[in-house]
């Protein structure tokens, strides 16, 4: 199983909580609707990569996308907890690349079918190192960039979030309970684009955390 170790402790990666749609224009890039509640998906432990590791996009797709996003590691026990104490069930902050099947994605929800194959495929979610929770004094004020092959395709703020980083833990954890070593994955800003075996991708977050990987062939 994947883990990540914050203040000396290790985490095992449980599950990865996706919010979709969680900045206007990312929402208006793509077409839908503002929703009217948090969407929520979840990725398998076992999609995680990292650092300096190869994303294999599988061969019923051609058409992936990068989604650069602020992710959260629980660190304790949480459960129908409110808004103003849901930062402090934050081990730490890191970025992650929600890789998605666009193609797949967008051919099952037209058929109202559920699409965890667009998210979940192995290589599917590359996670940085987290940083110490008390290092970010305010996860709404930090810089999203995403280059490909140095080109810089995503450069968005967490200030720009529908919804912030506390009110999705106090959200989820009134559905799941969220345990130590889940992530949350926050949403991603505009920029998002197709990549193709050779690329080089690269997801930034200033203070908290830095990821690059290539895009292999099968």
Request: a negative charge.
């Amino acid at each position: 199983m994947p883990s990540r170790i914050v203040n000396n402790r290790e985490y095992q990666i449980g599950k990865i909580l996706c919010i979709g749609r969680n900045y206007v224009d990312h929402i208006k890039e793509l077409g839908n609707e503002a929703p009217s509640a948090p969407v929520i998906f979840m990725k398998p432990a076992s999609s995680v990569i990292g650092n300096g590791n190869t994303v294999f996009i599988p061969a019923y797709s051609d058409n992936c996308h990068h989604e650069a996003e602020l992710a959260l590691l629980i660190g304790r026990k949480a459960k129908n907890v409110s808004e103003s104490e849901a930062l402090s069930y934050v081990a730490g902050y890191g970025v992650a690349i929600d890789l998605t099947l666009r193609d797949v994605q967008d051919e099952l929800k037209k058929k109202g079918l559920p699409w965890d194959i667009a998210k979940g495929f192995d290589t599917a979610c590359p996670l940085s190192a987290f940083v110490p929770a008390e290092t970010i004094s305010d996860p709404q004020e930090l810089t999203i960039r995403m280059t490909v092959n140095g080109e810089l395709r995503q450069n968005g703020s967490s200030s720009l979030m529908i919804r912030s980083a506390a009110q999705l833990i106090s959200y989820l954890s009134g559905i799941f309970t969220l345990e130590p070593g889940d992530v949350i994955l926050t949403g991603t800003p505009a920029g998002v684009s197709r990549v193709i075996a050779g690329d080089r991708l690269c997801a930034e977050i200033p203070g908290a955390g830095r990821v690059e990987v290539s895009i292999g062939h099968q």
